[in-house]
């Protein structure tokens, strides 16, 4: 742990994640921009599995509670935003008025480093993203390029379907209906059911994928620990959004989504093939659009992909960006 002097009033520390879980959830709680993936729920997991011993957080307090914190990790000479990889957004997490404590924070990351840093990649950054804007430390340079664009449903409506096609909404309609004659039920997944949703999540998603002779996502064994290790903690945050549908008391697929202030993300699906004729990942996908209505979110973000079935949900591409930075 490392501490330095920023000002008078802030204290600026160096730490691991899973020391500061509970203050790090209180501040995502009240930052503004903060997505699902900037959350301890998400990376305190990420972390245990994809970089155990590597990861820092940088951290500002002021009188003593946490106002911005940058969690980083080291492989092979660079520095990376934690999270990188599975992660389809990037950033700190900032308490309204601290933003400028960007370039501060990236500064102690750098130094809490116990050998060289070769290259900072900063990846997946919303245009917003103090990150962006942040003076690059001392003698370093940096350059920006464009990242994976998301594609971002606007809700509108009171089922959140204003901004989506009336084909679509007629296949949601229709998928609707085709389960409810099969005796079938949409369901959203409790807490107490987070971790066997989730194994059933990796068992359809596996399902599908084998059918087109292909691996998927969840083939990555890192993959999976973290989605086994991440469920039940977002459950326990309030931060998860899994549906299902059940028929027969048998789970056919299910939807795993992330959500955040004002945003749902809808993460990844699975269904069994035997039931493909119900369209179970439409009812889900459309379900999840209407929960989101409900409880007064703004957008659904269908994350990195420009697989056509987004645009036809009414989802339009969002720029992401990638700023790297290395010594002058």
Same mark, same amino acid.
């Given at each position: ?108 990351a750098v ?6 840093? $070769? /290259?900072?990649?900063? @990846?997946? #950054?919303?245009?917003?993203? +103090?990150?962006? &804007?942040?003076?690059? =430390? ?78 998927g996502v ?42 955040? $202030? /004002?945003?749902?993300? @809808?993460? #990844?699906?699975?269904?069994? +093939?035997?039931? &493909?004729?119900?369209? =179970? ?36 591409p969002e ?10």
């Amino acid at each position: 742990m490392t501490a330095l002097a920023l000002a008078d009033r802030l204290a600026l520390e160096v730490c691991r994640p899973q020391t500061i879980e509970d203050a790090w959830q209180r501040l995502w709680l009240s930052a503004p921009a903060a997505t699902p993936f900037s959350s301890p729920a998400w990376l305190v997991p990420w972390a245990r599995h994809y970089a155990p011993g590597r990861c820092v957080v940088a951290t500002v307090a002021a009188h003593g509670e946490l106002v911005a914190c940058l969690p980083m990790f080291w492989w092979k000479g660079r520095l990376f935003l934690a999270g990188t990889g599975p992660s389809d957004h990037g950033d700190g997490v900032f308490a309204r008025g601290f933003e400028d404590s960007a370039a501060a924070l990236l500064r102690a990351a750098v130094a809490a480093i116990d050998r060289p840093v $070769e /290259r900072i990649e900063l @990846c997946q #950054l919303l245009r917003s993203s +103090p990150l962006l &804007a942040a003076a690059p =430390p001392l003698g370093w340079r940096d350059c920006v390029v464009a990242g994976d664009a998301c594609p971002v449903l606007a809700i509108a409506g009171d089922d959140g379907m204003g901004n989506v096609g009336k084909r679509m909404r007629r296949n949601w309609r229709y998928a609707m209906h085709a389960i409810a004659r099969a005796g079938g039920v949409i369901e959203r997944v409790d807490a107490a059911d987070a971790a066997p949703a989730a194994a059933d999540l990796e068992r359809l998603h596996a399902l599908r994928w084998h059918e087109r002779g292909e691996a998927g996502v969840l083939a990555d064994p890192l993959q999976r620990r973290l989605l086994a290790d991440a469920v039940p903690a977002l459950a326990a945050a309030a931060m998860l959004r899994m549906l299902r549908v059940r028929v027969a008391d048998r789970t056919v697929a299910v939807l795993f989504a992330l959500h955040g $202030e /004002r945003q749902t993300c @809808c993460y #990844l699906s699975g269904f069994d +093939p035997a039931f &493909a004729h119900l369209s =179970p990942v439409t009812a889900l996908v459309g379900a999840t659009i209407a929960a989101a209505a409900r409880e007064g979110d703004e957008t659904v973000d269908f994350l990195r992909g420009s697989e056509r079935y987004k645009a036809g949900w009414g989802a339009s591409p969002e720029p992401r960006f990638r700023r790297v930075l290395v010594p002058g």
